[in-house]
């Protein structure tokens, strides 16, 4: 770091503000994806109990009342988990918004810095604060996912 110039500092500390968001926004995405595998799997699991019904069906076996009613409680829970996983898509495509919106501030930021243009430095700032509002998004999307994930509970609940 002693051949590096006050300015050559200066860039770098500037352009690591947004690298600290990116860090931030990875960390939210690894729960957010791991939620989304539960949430996929899950409706694939109950997709394959519904199935079972259908084949019931389409043999012309009618379903007692106990197998009627957990077949309707499967397609409820089907419905709803679709519901959380377009919530949990779309805040996990807001995050990966937001990180490409910080890698482009960091870099706007240094080319600000090289060309000595303020055009420059406030598209950053047009970039990074738009990158916050996509984190921002992302955070409604879930907190709204979290939410309606207790009416799953209760459909299964209510239907045994």
Do not use: C, W
């Amino acid at each position: 770091m002693e051949n590096l110039s006050p300015q050559a500092i200066q860039i770098i500390q500037a352009m690591l503000a947004p690298g600290l968001g990116i860090s931030a926004v990875g960390l939210l995405l690894l729960g957010l994806t791991s939620r989304y595998a539960v949430i996929i799997n899950r409706i694939r699991l109950l997709n394959d109990e519904k199935r079972k019904y259908h084949k019931a069906l389409a043999e012309g076996r009618p379903l007692e009342y106990a197998e009627n009613t957990r077949y309707m409680s499967v397609s409820n829970q089907i419905k709803e988990l679709l519901a959380r996983s377009r919530l949990v898509r779309n805040a996990i495509l807001s995050l990966q918004t937001s990180i490409g919106l910080f890698v482009l501030a960091s870099i706007g930021i240094g080319v600000g810095f090289f060309a000595g243009s303020p055009a420059a430095h406030g598209i950053s700032l047009v970039l990074f604060l738009t990158g916050m509002l996509s984190v921002f998004l992302s955070i409604l999307f879930a907190a709204t996912e979290i939410r309606r994930s207790f009416r799953i509970v209760m459909i299964e609940v209510m239907s045994e």
